[in-house]
């Protein structure tokens, strides 16, 4: 048997129309060797919520810059739970202030990574924290 490869949704709720930093995770995920889904600008919770069903992905994470992280991350998680996507890991980065972190992590989304993490942290987190990745 072979290891398949982490699938990711990366995706951009709202409309914040600022993707550079989106794009930038999606190249890095790319070359860690992950397959990468790049949702575009300006998603709906419930079209992100739609895609990640369809995908199939392990990970969902999203990129929100506006602001809006804490109601956008409260409706991810009423989809995520509704469409049966709770066993997924949830992750979020953007302009998150310290003080709203642990509620982020109260809501699921259990990796948080403003805009001042690394890239090498983040791709270590998913591959720490995806569970069943082998096919």
Sequence with gaps: MSERKI???IAKPGLDGHDVGAKVIVRALVDAGFEVIY???????EAI???ALEEGVDVIGLSILSGAHMPL???????FTEKGLGDKLWI?????PETDRAELAELGFSGVFPTSSHLDDIVAYIKENVTEAVS
């Design 39 to 45: 949702s575009g600008l300006r998603q709906t919770p």
């Design 73 to 79: 991350c409260a409706r991810m998680r009423e989809l």
């Design 92 to 96: 979020v980065g953007g302009n998150i």
């Design 7 to 9: 699938r990711v949704l």
């Design 49 to 51: 919520a739609n895609a």
